[in-house]
């Protein structure tokens, strides 16, 4: 009888400007939820709503309709665990009619205006970047001639490596190259093992972070951003990381002020030897095994790491990826590798995007004979 009421309740406020259909149960709900439906707005109760919810998001055509849950007051407890399954917002069914109205309005134009945005949006045009035959050939008899040269030298370093820390000698680190391609980057390994999992620690160490992050999260559970906050409603948007549900907004309002690479002065994570072979930059030579198979050339855009290349899909940015990811490039032989002070990251990525515009033979040759000038570092990052 309460379910017969909350129902009524909800169809005599909606009603007006909807079509509303309803089911007693979730397996009636998925027989007549088929991709052929059209639904701008979910609402279930409490006892199926987790089920209902992975049951409407593994359909391809609903995964951006909302989705309600109705609950009473007190019960907010609700909205951490609802959230985490794929849940928009929660009802609340006891407040008065005009909340509920606005509540219900503003997730009927929200889905609204993203279909219409899906819809009418053109497709986008990818450039995809195919490696000059020209450049393909110098890759290959240049890695493989300085392979065998240096075949006893990379075995003295591995030596070395395993005798000054504990580990692998090569490490493999997934990157992001032409074409957003992820592929395993190698190189001998210069830091501790557990190196990867220290990054958030050194965050404010970072040489190219300008802002400091504006989000803070309370339980485990990101705060909201300040137009979720203003309307009362929980983020339509969610975002999950690490089993912490972050607000897409906030998200992003942090993701644009925070820095695009991650770099550190005296790095505490460098081994002893390590410091060395980042210096000499003896730990790229693994890189010509990456040039030999094809996922690098010898010049082009450093490939960067998943978390750093994911901040540089822009439009503005993007293109850096329209080229060939490089042991070396353009940026590696100007102010970087000549001490006169730090680069930001945005003439970082603007450089990149200089070369993918005009490489040729000529420049590749210049970067190359400037490379050697570069190898030694003037700054311990």
């Known amino acids: ?193 557990s190196a990867d999992q220290q990054l958030s620690q050194l965050s404010s160490q970072n040489i190219y972070a300008q802002t400091k992050p504006n989000g803070e999260a309370v339980n485990g559970v990101m705060k909201l951003c300040s137009s979720c906050r203003e309307q009362g409603i929980s983020c339509q948007s969610l975002l999950v990381d690490h089993n912490r549900s972050i607000c897409e907004k906030l998200y992003l309002e942090e993701s644009e002020g925070s820095a695009k690479f991650m770099k550190f002065r005296n790095d505490p994570r460098i081994t002893r030897f390590g410091t060395f072979l980042r210096n000499s930059s003896i730990d790229e030579l693994p890189q010509l095994i990456n040039i030999l198979i094809g996922d690098m050339s010898l010049v082009g855009n450093r490939p960067l790491p998943l978390y750093e290349a994911e901040k540089l899909t822009s439009d503005e940015f993007a293109k850096r990826f329209a080229g060939p990811a490089g042991l070396t490039g353009l940026w590696q032989v100007k102010k970087r590798a000549k001490g006169q002070g730090t680069m930001s990251d945005r003439e970082r990525t603007l450089l990149d995007i200089e070369y993918t515009t005009n490489f040729s033979f000529k420049t590749d040759l210049e970067i190359i004979w400037k490379t050697f000038f570069s190898l030694w570092q003037k700054e311990n990052v």
């Open 1 to 193: 009888m309460e379910d017969d009421l909350i129902a009524n309740r909800l169809a005599t406020i909606a009603g007006a400007t909807c079509s509303i259909v309803r089911f007693r149960s979730g397996n009636d709900a998925e027989k007549w939820l088929t991709d052929s439906q059209k639904v701008d707005l979910i609402i279930a109760d409490k006892r199926c709503g987790q089920a209902m919810v992975t049951m409407v998001r593994n359909k391809a055509d609903y995964r951006l309709v909302p989705f309600l849950i109705t609950c009473r007051f007190g019960e907010t407890h609700l909205i951490k665990s609802t959230l985490a399954a794929g849940v928009t917002d929660i009802l609340v069914i006891n407040e008065e009619n005009y909340k509920i109205q606005a509540k219900l309005d503003y997730y009927l134009g929200l889905h609204s205006q993203v279909q219409s945005f899906r819809d009418d949006s053109p497709s986008p045009v990818v450039q995809h970047f195919k490696l000059p035959l020209w450049k393909r050939t110098i890759d290959l008899s240049v890695s493989l001639i300085i392979l065998i040269l240096l075949s006893p030298v990379m075995l003295l370093v591995s030596l070395l490596i395993l005798l000054d820390s504990k580990g692998p000698v090569i490490y493999k680190s997934k990157r992001a190259g032409a074409n957003f391609h992820v592929f395993d980057m190698y190189k001998f390994r210069t830091m501790t093992v």
